[in-house]
């Protein structure tokens, strides 16, 4: 019998060894994976140094546990392993628990899986639910309960584990979403990062603060019930809870999503970058919050969809604020660069601009009266004529008949284009009459932008939104005169004109309003004191808005906005 036994054991051993093998064969060498690569981090601030979006994995300070807040690591026991201390790596006892709580609630409440075996995959290992990966799991665990001590377990896992938007470790998720070192964060904050690796996105508290405050809780409630900390701390810090507004609110998304295309000139291959912006946090929040009530307000009764707001410096060009639509949650498609829309009477200062510089002044006059090109009358918008008009009251009236007669005495459609693209227009415009009443599809970002040389002395520039980006200096592209004209009749636009509802009383405002047939686009595009300002309002099937034109909501939208601008 003792004989027997003997074999039996040997071969068991043979046959658990041979297992054993079978699973390691395909596994990671440990030394490698406690290194192992990371995608480089792109932080963007804001021009005052906040920070308004992370890309790729942000990893902070490492960071050893007398470094931290003693009640930040008891946190993470408190709910992710209260046996930490005590279990070999693998906790039978936790996984009964687990096992019993989860089948009284009915669906999965608690894990079983101990800090040792979260690191373990962490590190090592996919999240594939197999038979090989979890036998792996469990080699791994035991390889580093032995080659560790469970402070350093700790420690590791503390600056390794995934907390959420983009950031690995407690210290760079502490500065995403507190702004603080994890040296410095409060007894709150750090029940906020311990409840984090269960769920990092359905917790994130910039995502979602009521689902983050109520797991901070949760683990609050656990470390009063291991004694970590009193029952009246836990309440105390309970009721101390407070997220703030995230740096450069959510709609910044959009500007972050474009200025990140821009950083390759800046930043090499492979490497972490911090980059400063010329994002203005307040006003981009502002303009977010004003386009926000007019879309659920005023635009809802009037079938407006959705819109778009840019603000930039009209010497520099630095992009100050991005709207691209009424939710970047909802959807990220930045309707200020993306998307192509007729500007209509919004692209007729290009017209006036190529009269202008063939020696047409203000306040020479020209005929509004009815007109044919083929088999082509356009209509003035009121469906009346003036008779003789001065250029700049034509303007400030938006004439479709005189446009039409302006382009055509300018040397037509060509010239009309050549003119636009100086200014900055780079997309393609129709060859035909019709250009003057603005029928080629522009950018809202292309079209404000290209409104600067009127106001600037003459000068292109080119939107940018990084602060050492190398673009090009503003060029001279207007004779200081003829910007100077250009700039005195889009002031009697807003003065005396279509654009009376954009005026902001005691500062300079100038600017053009658009309209597009059926009131399926409606635009304003100008300047206050130093400042571009375009607005557009509309739909994303192109369906008509009801009675909107670029006078109204968007000319609106224009002062709400600069109301803030200073």
């Known amino acids: 019998m003792l004989r027997w036994g003997i074999i039996l054991g040997v071969w068991g051993t043979l046959a658990l060894a041979a297992i054993v093998l079978w699973f390691s064969t395909d596994l990671p060498r440990p030394e490698d994976a406690l290194d192992a690569g990371r995608r480089p981090s792109l932080v963007l601030q804001d021009r005052s140094g906040q920070t308004v979006a992370t890309f790729g994995d942000v990893v902070g300070e490492k960071l050893h546990l007398r470094d931290m807040p003693p009640y930040l690591p008891a946190a993470i ?45 962490t590190l090592f290992l996919t999240n594939a ?33 995934y907390l959420g938007a983009g950031a690995w470790g407690v210290d760079a998720a502490a500065r995403q979403y507190f702004g603080v070192s994890a040296r410095h964060v409060s007894l709150w904050q750090a029940a906020v990062l311990a409840g984090l690796p269960r769920a990092p996105s359905r917790f ?84 977010e919050a004003r386009l926000a009530a007019m879309l659920d307000g005023p635009g809802a009764a009037a079938g407006v969809g959705e819109g ?40 007729k200062p290009f017209v006036w601009l190529t009269a202008v510089e063939r020696g047409k002044r203000p306040e020479d006059k020209v005929l509004d009266a009815p007109i044919r090109i083929g088999g082509w009358s356009p209509m003035n918008f009121e469906r009346r004529y003036e008779g003789e008009v001065t250029l700049e009251q034509a303007l400030a009236d938006s004439i479709n008949t005189v446009s039409v007669r302006l382009l055509l005495a300018a040397g037509g ?20 009459a019709s250009l003057a009443l603005g ?19 003459g000068r292109r520039i080119t939107p940018y939104g990084l602060e050492r980006m190398p673009i090009a200096a503003p060029e ?37 309003t658009g309209t597009t047939q059926d009131s399926r686009d409606a635009w304003f595009v100008g300047i206050v004191d130093g400042t571009l300002i375009g607005v557009w309002l509309g739909n994303d099937d192109n369906a008509p808005m009801k009675g909107v034109t670029g006078s109204g909501l968007p ?12």
């Open 413 to 432: 459609p060509r010239a009309v284009a050549a003119e636009a693209a100086r200014c900055g227009i780079a997309d393609k415009l129709p060859n035909d």
């Open 308 to 347: 778009a707001v840019v603000v930039i410096d009209a010497t520099s060009g630095a992009v100050r604020a991005m709207v691209g639509g009424r939710s970047y949650r909802a959807g990220a498609y930045n309707r200020a660069v993306l998307a192509r829309r007729q500007p209509g009477s919004a692209f």
């Open 129 to 161: 639910r197999t038979l090989r990966r979890k036998v792996q799991e469990v080699l791994l665990t035991l390889w580093l309960e032995h080659r560790f001590s469970k402070r350093e377990i700790l420690e590791i896992y503390l600056n390794r584990v």
């Open 476 to 512: 001279q592209v207007l004779t200081a005169e003829d910007a100077a004209q250009m700039a005195r009749m889009l002031r009697a636009v807003v003065a005396r004109g279509t654009g009376r509802a954009a005026a902001v009383p005691g500062r300079m405002v100038a600017g053009k």
């Open 204 to 287: 994130n508290p910039r995502v979602n603060p009521a689902a983050a405050t109520a797991r901070a809780r949760d683990v609050l409630a656990a470390m009063a019930e291991t004694g970590a900390i009193t029952q009246d701390q836990a309440t105390r810090a309970t009721q101390a809870i407070a997220f703030g507004t995230p740096a450069g609110g959510p709609g910044a998304g959009w500007f972050a999503d474009w200025v990140a295309d821009q950083t390759t000139a800046l930043v090499p291959d492979g490497r972490d970058a911090v980059l400063r912006t010329t994002l203005d946090r307040a006003l981009q929040a502002h303009a």
């Open 439 to 457: 029928t080629g599809e522009v950018g809202l970002l292309e079209l404000t932008a290209a409104y600067a040389p009127f106001f600037n002395g």
């Open 555 to 566: 000319a609106r939208l224009f002062r709400e906005v600069a109301a803030a601008t200073r």
């Open 77 to 121: 026991v408190a709910v992710e392993d209260r046996r930490f201390w005590q279990h070999p790596g693998i906790d039978p006892i936790g996984i009964l628990r687990a096992a019993w709580v989860n089948a009284r609630a009915g669906h999965v409440v608690q894990g079983g899986s101990t800090l040792t075996q979260q690191l373990a995959k």
